[in-house]
């Protein structure tokens, strides 16, 4: 097959800087994707087996439980790989995420200093014009990102002004808790995401992003 421009294969530096601790990064990433697809797969098991489960809050919290997997699962083993050895390649055709990205020329640097194959630091090594896919991007976060957030923000507003009209202290207080582990998911989630790949990256040292990438990528599915 031929690819526009010369480049066919990418290579990956991961914690190039950092090569002493990249076996200590590997053991952590890989005991939290361990303990993240047991967890998950234990919360799954439980809704299905258990018919005192058997309704809507926990049949979606189950689906949000497989969307954990899917994702770590699809980010968290190259990331592995890239970490334990240097100069991890990749083919041009296993970078394609969108068709936009696939009609885009690279024929200069074939290195990615990231942890994944992500959006920004891919585009950022092509030599033609990039404006339409991110802008193609930017359309895509509206029903990815922005409406989903804006459902649960709109969502929890009803939750905590319904838990404000409970009389008692400790009962207001165990509601609180309850969603907080949930909230906090939210905002490390959409924080990262939106700082990832929504505020301009001028400034903003390349370390910075992939301590962000593993957050959205491997913390908050664990």
């Not at 526009?4 to 990956?12: D, E, P, S």
């Not at 954990?68 to 890239?82: E, F, H, Q, S, Y």
């Amino acid at each position: 097959t031929t690819y526009k421009g010369n480049v066919t294969t990418f290579f990956f530096l991961g914690f190039n800087n950092m090569a002493i601790y990249n076996l200590l990064l590997f053991t952590l990433v890989l005991i939290i994707y361990i303990v993240t697809i047991c967890g998950n797969l234990l919360i799954i098991m439980l809704v299905y087996f258990s018919k005192t489960l058997h309704s809507p809050m926990y049949f979606f919290l189950s689906q949000l439980s497989i969307s954990d997997i899917m994702l770590t699962t699809d980010i968290a083993p190259n990331m592995l790989n890239i970490v334990l050895h240097e100069r991890i390649s990749i083919s041009f055709s296993g970078l394609i995420s969108i068709f936009e990205i696939s009609q885009l020329e690279f024929c200069g640097p074939n290195v990615i200093d990231y942890l994944f194959c992500d959006f920004n630091p891919l585009v950022e090594l092509s030599c033609s014009d990039t404006s339409r896919v991110q802008m193609e991007v930017i359309l895509l976060c509206v029903p990815m990102l922005i409406f989903p957030f804006l459902v649960i923000a709109v969502s929890y507003t009803y939750i905590v002004l319904t838990i404000l009209k409970i009389s008692s202290f400790s009962g207001r207080l165990k509601s609180f808790s309850t969603c907080s582990s949930h909230l906090t998911v939210v905002f490390i989630f959409y924080g990262t995401l939106a700082a990832a790949y929504m505020i301009p990256k001028k400034g903003q040292s390349r370390m910075i992003s992939k301590m962000m990438s593993l957050l959205y990528t491997v913390f908050t599915p664990f």
